[in-house]
């Protein structure tokens, strides 16, 4: 029988490509993106065919067109696979289908924290030797990419939330890590956020559970309205699974112990930055208990774990300097790493921060102000637009402005190459930089170790 023709519309994307590298032994798969890329050249060295730019004529030969969430009602494109009546799957929708035929389907999901919880969760269930396949929205270096392919009986998913994107899946085991007032270009307002997640707390079947943070007031609010088995992890609450004896060293990593229904299970010392990176491993430990994982090979697989791309992760030095990088894009995520900076011994701290899409810069304006502000010197850089237009005509100057209230030591530069030379002449021995979004800034970070 011939393989299934399947052409994916903005392939570059972390999660595309994870679905075109899984495609790619069972399929004929095709793509094409926008832009260049490490992912396409990659995608390209793997022979899966690529193109850059709209190219309608691709869909010609596709049995099945997939697209992501950010591409318009209009890409040519889409609008030629509608012409030819080709089968169409939104990203999450098809993410869905290929998930059916797992056994377990481990769903990880809110607003913060999710890939380095399904990174944790993921390391674990590799070293137990259960062979899951992953899909993770970010670089995991034990498995050097964002998506592994192993057997049919786990499948470990990033599960997002915006445009409802996870409500297209199947799970029948859920990590809720928090819930909080993010993607409010979408969900306009926190009720329909939780009302999302609600949704999707009860897609679970009558067989599966829910790991959840209980220390979260929101989330604390929609477990009210499910049958669903609640299993709870907390630091402040009497959770289930409860973090005490709480400590920390020179670097910002925690060492706590883990008691379950008041019982000691066993410590973990970690070896990323952070007191948020609590939560996520308390709710990785707890899945993998769930699962009869021996507590020994989680607890080695958590204190092992040193992270996924971009989440606070280190770059290298300059002129002495420690240089750091961060996708945080939204103030609580934005405030944690702050919070992991201030853990640190440094002389002086530099943040290069770049807002991710005008819509949130305008809703969070003041929380990002007031929280930029407490770093040493705060460095301004052009707003990431990434699927909008500037309809809310706000201003990097804004956010600079109100920034100066609190601290002079701030100013917007507009360009990548001129903020690399404004830091090269001031940074001294022992600061600290860190470049902080969800946009290319980590660009910034990588060009100042350069000789």
């Known amino acids: ?209 829910a790991i959840i943070n209980l220390d979260d007031s929101n989330i604390k609010d929609i477990i009210k309205n499910t049958s669903k088995k609640i299993i709870s992890y907390g630091i402040n609450t009497e959770a289930n699974y409860k973090a005490i004896n709480l400590q920390k060293n020179d670097l910002g990593c925690w060492s706590f112990d883990i008691y379950l229904n008041k019982k000691f299970i066993t410590s973990i010392n970690l070896n990323i930055n952070g007191r948020h990176n609590i939560y996520n491993a308390l709710a990785a430990f707890a899945l993998a208990s769930e699962f009869k994982i021996d507590k020994l090979v989680i607890k080695k697989a958590l204190e092992s774990y040193t992270g996924v791309n971009r989440r606070f992760q280190y770059i290298g030095k300059v002129n002495g300097a420690l240089v750091y990088d961060d996708y945080a894009h939204h103030p609580t995520e934005v405030n944690a790493t702050l919070e992991a900076v201030k853990n640190m011994k440094y002389h002086e701290s530099w943040v290069v921060f770049q807002s991710h899409t005008y819509s949130r810069t305008i809703e969070h304006l003041q929380d990002f102000a007031n929280i930029l502000a407490k770093f040493d010197h705060v460095i301004i850089a052009k707003i990431y637009p990434a699927r909008e237009t500037n309809i809310y005509n706000v201003k990097e100057e804004q956010l600079v402005e109100l920034i100066k209230k609190e601290n002079i030591n ?36 990588y060009n100042i170790i350069k000789e």
């Open 1 to 209: 029988m011939a393989k299934e023709r399947i052409h994916l519309i903005g392939i570059g994307g972390i999660s595309m490509s994870g679905i075109a590298e899984m495609l790619k032994n069972n399929a004929l798969v095709s793509g094409s993106d926008l832009t260049k890329s490490e992912i396409t050249e990659k995608l390209k060295n793997d022979g899966i065919e690529i193109k850059i730019g709209h190219h309608p004529e691709m869909i010609d030969k596709a049995d099945i067109v997939v697209y992501t969430a950010a591409i318009k009602k209009d890409d040519p494109e889409l609008v030629m696979a509608q012409k030819l009546n080709k089968k169409i799957y939104e990203r999450a929708e098809f993410l869905g289908l290929l998930m059916t035929k797992y056994k377990f389907r481990l769903c990880i999901s809110g607003t913060h924290g999710k890939s380095t919880t399904t990174g944790m969760v993921s390391t674990i269930f590799l070293d137990a030797g259960l062979n899951p396949t992953i899909s993770i929205g970010a670089m995991l270096p034990k498995i050097k990419n964002n998506y592994y392919i192993g057997d049919k009986d786990y499948f470990i998913l990033e599960a997002c939330e915006y445009v409802d994107s996870f409500l297209n899946f199947f799970p029948t085991q859920e990590i809720i890590l928090n819930i909080d007032d993010d993607h409010l270009d979408y969900f306009k307002n926190i009720d329909n956020i939780k009302n999302s997640f609600t949704k999707y707390l009860n897609l679970l079947p009558d067989s599966g559970y």
């Open 410 to 445: 701030v100013i917007y530069i507009d360009d990548f190459k001129k903020i690399e030379k404004y830091l090269k002449e001031r940074i001294k021995k022992d600061d600290l930089v860190i470049t902080v979004g969800a946009g290319p800034i980590n660009e910034v970070a």
